[in-house]
């Protein structure tokens, strides 16, 4: 059974800094990444990664946020910086039930379409104001 544990939202100041933490366990695919859901908004793709560690962005991330492992204690991180009220929202982690993408946009795609072919956490709010 694979389960994912999301940790470390919060309240923050624009402009602040915030690290997310997804434990996992019995993940069974290459891919793995964070999505997030505002209020009264369909829930998109924030940033992914394979097996390997390449990563992916969203546009409106990039640069800004940063996705890492820890292949040690099965925890997937997403330092978030310079954080503005844009980014307000529940963020998820997920994994999928071990179907091939063509690249990791189409996983994020095929993920928030069909969320049925993804495992998710439980959510951890984040908040952006001042």
């Known amino acids: 059974q694979v389960q994912l544990v999301e940790s470390g939202g919060g309240l923050v100041q624009p402009g602040g800094s915030l690290r997310l933490s997804c434990k996992f366990s019995g993940l069974d695919s290459y891919m793995i990444g964070w999505f997030r859901q505002a209020p009264g908004k369909k829930r998109e793709g924030v940033s992914c990664m394979d097996s390997d560690d390449n990563t992916y962005y969203v546009d409106s991330v990039k640069g800004r946020f940063t996705i890492t492992r820890d292949h040690d204690n099965d925890i997937l991180f997403l330092q978030m910086n310079n954080l503005k009220a844009e980014d307000t929202a529940v963020y998820y982690c997920?994994?999928?039930?071990?179907?091939?993408?063509?690249?990791?946009?189409?996983?994020?795609?095929?993920?928030?379409?069909?969320?049925?072919?993804?495992?998710w956490g439980q959510g951890t709010q984040v908040t952006v104001s001042s």
């Open positions: 997920a994994t999928d039930h071990d179907f091939t993408p063509l690249n990791f946009r189409e996983w994020i795609e095929v993920l928030t379409t069909s969320p049925q072919f993804g495992f």
